[in-house]
């Protein structure tokens, strides 16, 4: 005998089944939901602003850098005016006619001119007045000379100096130093990295995980310009104390990176420790079914199955690396030099631009043009970083049912 609660669920249910056959759509309209859109509409903002702002970005280091190459730049060539020139006057009295050859584009105050002959024994140079529709004026005895140099993409990617005021443009020097210490680093921190994200994924208790990953996380919160002078106070003297003083500099790549790759230990760890854990259980259980220690199962089956994502956290540390400017520039040197010497200074991209970029430079100087080229760099090596990270994710991602 049916209760009476039975009678009522199997009366409401004839009642909807009623309903429904009556009127089919009514229970398949959707009802609005605000607070759904509006959070669709925020996230789609998001997203525009970070696309306009990397647009943004890309057209500024583009245009700004173009100044760099395109136009010449002027540079001072340390001689001067020996005595009065008049507008009219085609013939140049220098102190020293050597530094100059025919074809040179000088300039003198705001006026442009073109030298068309040398005259070596007299110091006299033969110009064409008014260049480039500038204006012929009175010069002073004593008037600056400045050459102008042209920098080519060429030069800037092959030349081993970098003197912007001297007309020497290669970035080889702040390039390779910034490898330099992105390498170091590297050798730092994925070892490190890796064992720490293996041991929190396949070694840990739960309350031990718990309490570790925030604590490692830390790290990465602390102020780049405390590790700076954590590298210059304690890593550069623990250095020269091991290989000694006339061989460690006070100011060397060796001790930045080294530090810059602690710094970074806190990302590849947390992302490898994530990909790790996302290999399914089964997986595990199916090896160690076969005989395999969990040693064996952890290098042979959970790392070969999270690759992508390990290789990804890899290629993301790199990048936080290239990209580091408050250690390379208090603990790896204040000037550009090409050496592959890990103990001596060298200036980095980006520390270079934090020395030029905190003096006083003017507007469309041949400085203040090539922090844009050197950022426009940087910008193009971390780009390429991530699409090496997009297509090694998905290159080797395993998707698992």
Request: glycine content about 8%.
């Amino acid at each position: 005998m049916e209760s009476q609660i039975t009678i009522q669920k199997r009366e409401l249910i004839e009642a909807a089944l009623t309903r429904q056959a009556a009127n089919p759509q009514a229970g398949l309209q959707k009802r609005p939901r605000w607070f759904e859109q509006i959070i669709r509409v925020l996230l789609l903002f998001s997203g525009v602003i970070s696309i306009f702002t990397t647009i943004g970005i890309v057209i500024v280091l583009g245009t700004e850098s173009l100044l760099f190459f395109t136009p010449p730049a002027w540079i001072d060539s340390f001689k001067s005016l020996e005595e009065l020139a008049y507008p009219t006057s085609d013939t140049l009295h220098v102190s020293d006619a050597s530094a100059f050859v025919v074809g040179d584009q000088i300039r003198i105050i705001n006026e442009e001119m073109l030298v068309t002959a040398v005259d070596l024994d007299a110091d006299m140079l033969t110009v064409e007045r008014g260049y480039n529709g500038t204006e012929a004026v009175v010069h002073n005895r004593d008037a600056e000379i400045l050459l102008a140099d042209v920098v080519t993409i060429g030069e800037f990617f092959t030349s081993t100096q970098w003197q912007p005021q001297l007309g020497n443009f290669g970035i080889l020097p702040l390039l390779n130093s910034t490898l330099m210490t992105s390498l170091t680093a590297m050798l730092v921190a994925v070892p490190l990295g890796l064992f720490a994200a293996i041991y929190l994924s396949e070694y840990a208790k739960p309350n031990v995980r718990a309490a570790l990953k925030p604590t490692l996380e830390l790290l990465a919160g602390v102020p780049t310009v405390v590790y700076g002078y954590f590298a210059l106070t304690f890593m550069t003297p623990l250095l020269r104390s091991l290989f000694g003083i006339e061989v460690v500099g006070i100011y060397n790549t060796a001790s930045a990176g080294l530090v810059m790759g602690i710094m970074i230990i806190p990302t590849i760890a947390s992302i490898s420790e994530d990909a790790l854990r996302a290999v399914p259980s089964s997986l595990r259980e199916a090896s160690y079914g076969l005989g395999a220690t969990r040693l064996e199962t952890v290098f042979k089956v959970v790392v070969p199955a999270a690759l992508s994502g390990v290789i990804a956290s890899f290629i993301l540390g790199m990048s936080r690396a290239v990209g580091e400017t408050m250690i390379v520039a208090i603990a790896a040197g204040a000037g550009p030099a090409f050496t592959f010497n890990p103990f001596k200074g060298a200036e980095t991209m980006t520390g270079h631009i934090v020395r030029i970029s905190g003096g006083d430079i003017s507007y469309n100087s041949i400085d203040y043009n090539s922090l844009f080229a050197i950022g426009l760099l940087l910008f193009v090596l971390t780009f390429a970083l991530n699409v090496a990270s997009r297509v090694v994710t998905s290159r080797f991602r395993e998707v698992y049912q």
